[in-house]
Structures are given as C-alpha cells and as structure tokens.
T-cell receptor, first 112, second 114 residues
Framework: DQQVKQNSPSLSVQEGRISILNCDYT??????FLWYKKYPAEGPTFLIS?????DKNEDGRFTVFLNKSAKHLSLHIVPSQPGDSAVYFC???????????FGTGTSLTVIP | DTEVTQTPKHLVMGMTNKKSLKCEQH?????MYWYKQKAKKPPELMFV???????INESVPSRFSPECPNSSLLNLHLHALQPEDSALYLC?????????????FGSGTQLSVL
C-alpha cells in the first residue's frame, strides 16, 4: 500500500522557468515531509523539509508547500537549472519515528 | 563530517558467493538503515538498527544478514543471492530520539548477481 504518491513520473522544464513537483499522501499521522534529489547510481541527497506546523518552507531556489487538508505537498524550483535534472523523491515520517515512506519519484529534466 | 561511506561501490557476484557490504558514519547517529532500490522505484526499507540493535526487519529473506558491530558501522552479509536481488543497496543513518529526523544516505553499492 503506497502511502506516499508522486503521480507524475517525469517532468520537462525550460531552463529559467519554474519546476513544480507534486506529492500526495494518505496517512494523516505523517507530520514531517522531506524532498530528496537523486542522480543515477548515487544515493539520495536531502534537499528540503517541512513540518506539519508550517505551510511553507524556503531555501534559496527551493520552496516546499504543504496543504494538510488536501494531504498534498509540492516542491517549487525557481529558476530551474540544467544541474537540477535528477529524480526527486518525497518522503514522509511520523514524529520521532524512524520509518520513512518514500514516493515513487519524479524525473525532472531541465532543458538548456 | 556529514558523510555516510559505503564500500564497495560496485559488486558482481555469483549465486553461490558470499560477500559483504559495508557502511560507516561518524556523525554520532544512533539509527542506521539498509535500503534496496531498483531502477525507477523508490528506496525500499530492509532493516533498521537503533542503538546497535535490530529494530525493524521488513521480512527480508535470510540470504541477507545485517550486522551492526558498533554505533558507526553497519554491514550487510550476502549469501546465495538470486539474480532478482540485483539492485542499488543504500545505507542511511539518522539521529535517534529527535523530532523531525533526516535520513543521510551513502552513495550506494550497485550489486549485480549473475
């Protein structure tokens, strides 16, 4: 049972434009959400996170938005750069638990 | 030091071989994880060690045997694997007893079983 879903397997965006990656979850007990970026044959690297007490968190070009009522989060990348081309996974966890539930990933291609 | 180091980076083994994957972190993290990832799929949790004790085993076949010799090291012993076990094996770590944990991943071991 996939508790975290990323319904878009791939996304292509022109360099300089905004990339929006979406993630939905089903478990209302999740209260912490993370985005990871992954290049082929490498481990995922942490990008940005948000706790359920916030609805927005920003770090440079990356902003994550959380809509708890819709059980939806999104990652905005502005402006998109070719080096952002990678697979992006969203993940969710519950308070101090050490289990993380990953979405299926969205492959982002930024076209120069 | 915010690194999780995994060795080897690549491993090719036959179905009768015995091999081990190694993972090391020096961030003082007390939780360590093994994940398996196939192409175009999310990381799939295999094992979690908390304070050097196995706390989660996601019904992994016994041909995979984890070991945590101390708080910095994590091994995964492999024996009699099948070709379908070919995947990227990721080690990760996190602090324990803290709200809003982050996972720190190593770069993985790309395993091919022939």
């Amino acid at each position: 049972d996939q508790q975290v879903k990323q319904n878009s397997p791939s996304l292509s965006v022109q360099e300089g434009r905004i990339s929006i990656l979406n993630c939905d979850y089903t478990n209302s007990m999740f209260d912490y959400f993370l985005w990871y970026k992954k290049y082929p044959a490498e481990g995922p690297t942490f990008l940005i996170s948000i706790s359920s007490i916030k609805d927005k968190n920003e770090d440079g070009r990356f902003t994550v938005f959380l809509n708890k009522s819709a059980k939806h989060l999104s990652l905005h990348i502005v402006p998109s750069q070719p080096g952002d081309s990678a697979v992006y996974f969203c993940a969710a966890s519950k308070d101090t638990g050490n289990q993380f539930y990953f979405g299926t990933g969205t492959s982002l291609t930024v076209i120069p | 030091d915010t690194e999780v180091t995994q060795t080897p980076k690549h491993l090719v083994m036959g179905m009768t071989n015995k091999k081990s994957l190694k993972c090391e972190q020096h961030m003082g993290h007390r939780a360590m994880y093994w994940y398996k990832q196939k192409a175009k799929k999310p990381p799939e949790l295999m094992f979690v060690y908390s304070y050097e004790k196995l706390s989660i085993n996601e019904s992994v076949p016994s041909r995979f045997s984890p070991e945590c010799p101390n708080s910095s090291l994590l091994n995964l012993h492999l024996h009699a694997l099948q070709p379908e076990d070919s995947a990227l094996y990721l080690c990760a770590s996190s602090q324990m007893d803290r709200v809003y944990e982050k996972l720190f991943f190593g770069s993985g071991t790309q395993l091919s079983v022939l």
